[in-house]
């Protein structure tokens, strides 16, 4: 039932993302050469017909062999919260010196049930350079119930059977874990539906570690910047998602990452 829910859910939401930004996204585009046309972001600099960058949508996926692209895919799996950083990127891999096309999973990516479910649909004829992925924020939700939706214990076997699963490409991909953003306890339950609680976040955040670090994943400590650099002016009002400097933050320390940069 729970899953159910989520599924429903993540239908009626996977869209509210891009447009409640487009006009950012456009001033984004506008700024960085690019185009900007709903809920697709494609930055100039990539001319591949069958690789260009995009963010959040399904539109010209790059499904080229390996050896035959310009350049890499970096493929992003993840919530609401990637899929707002996730059309920066493209604007940050355009100015990469190793260019990257960006594509996210279809929509929502939800809990880390719901993507242990989704995996092998979503990645039907991909082959990625990079994998970015996160789960956890569905995970900690207490949507009608007491509890968390995942189970502790769930939710560390879910990211085994993930890592696994990324693994069995015949070329591996990079796997690169973007650790759980903090939330805003209070705001989460005064908006009536998002209802988390950031001690869970950390506990979860914590297992996840602990499963990178055993399996030899890469990690981007994205709860740690954002709790750097003043999470109550980043964070929205409803105590999860991210306002238009959040979002940049976000994709600035991605987008440092990848290029090997420490951040400043």
Same mark, same amino acid.
């Given at each position: 039932?729970?899953?159910?829910?989520?599924?429903?859910?993540?239908?009626?939401?996977?869209?509210?993302?891009?447009?409640?930004?487009?006009?950012?996204?456009?001033?984004?585009?506008?700024?960085?050469?690019?185009?900007?046309?709903?809920?697709?972001?494609?930055?100039?600099?990539?001319?591949?017909?069958?690789?260009?960058?995009?963010?959040?949508?399904?539109?010209?996926?790059?499904?080229?062999?390996?050896?035959?692209?310009?350049?890499?895919?970096?493929?992003?799996?993840?919530?609401?919260?990637?899929?707002?950083?996730?059309?920066?990127?493209?604007?940050?891999?355009?100015?990469?010196?190793?260019?990257?096309?960006?594509?996210?999973?279809?929509?929502?990516?939800?809990?880390?049930?719901?993507?242990?479910?989704? !995996?092998?649909?979503?990645?039907?004829?991909? /082959? #990625?350079?990079?994998?970015?992925?996160?789960? @956890?924020? *569905?995970?900690?939700?207490?949507?009608?119930?007491?509890?968390?939706?995942?189970?502790?214990?769930?939710?560390?076997?879910?990211?085994?059977?993930?890592?696994?699963?990324?693994?069995?490409?015949?070329?591996?991909?990079?796997?690169?874990?973007?650790?759980?953003?903090?939330?805003?306890?209070?705001?989460?339950?005064?908006?009536?539906?998002?209802?988390?609680?950031?001690?869970?976040?950390?506990?979860?955040?914590?297992?996840?570690?602990?499963?990178?670090?055993?399996?030899?994943?890469?990690?981007?400590? !994205?709860?740690?910047?954002?709790?750097?650099? /003043? #999470?109550?002016?980043?964070?929205?009002?409803? @105590?999860? *998602?991210?306002?238009?400097?959040?979002?940049?933050?976000?994709?600035?320390?991605?987008?440092?990452?990848?290029?090997?940069?420490?951040?400043?």
């Amino acid at each position: 039932m729970a899953e159910q829910n989520e599924s429903a859910h993540l239908e009626n939401t996977k869209e509210r993302p891009c447009s409640d930004r487009r006009e950012f996204l456009a001033k984004v585009a506008v700024a960085a050469g690019g185009v900007a046309a709903g809920g697709l972001l494609a930055a100039g600099l990539n001319q591949e017909a069958e690789s260009a960058p995009v963010a959040h949508t399904n539109l010209s996926p790059p499904r080229l062999e390996k050896a035959m692209r310009k350049y890499k895919l970096l493929y992003v799996i993840g919530d609401s919260i990637s899929m707002g950083y996730c059309p920066l990127l493209v604007m940050s891999g355009s100015a990469c010196g190793t260019l990257y096309s960006v594509l996210h999973a279809p929509g929502n990516s939800g809990s880390s049930t719901h993507i242990t479910e989704s !995996l092998d649909d979503w990645l039907v004829g991909y /082959d #990625p350079d990079v994998v970015l992925f996160n789960c @956890g924020l *569905h995970d900690v939700w207490h949507e009608t119930q007491p509890e968390p939706r995942t189970p502790v214990e769930q939710y560390e076997a879910n990211l085994h059977s993930i890592v696994a699963r990324l693994g069995q490409f015949v070329n591996p991909p990079r796997l690169i874990w973007a650790r759980t953003t903090p939330v805003i306890g209070e705001r989460t339950w005064a908006s009536g539906w998002q209802r988390r609680y950031n001690e869970e976040v950390i506990a979860y955040n914590e297992v996840a570690d602990a499963v990178m670090a055993e399996t030899g994943v890469e990690s981007i400590d !994205l709860y740690g910047v954002v709790m750097q650099n /003043d #999470p109550s002016a980043l964070i929205t009002s409803d @105590g999860t *998602h991210f306002t238009e400097e959040g979002y940049k933050l976000l994709d600035k320390t991605i987008a440092y990452y990848l290029r090997g940069w420490p951040m400043s």
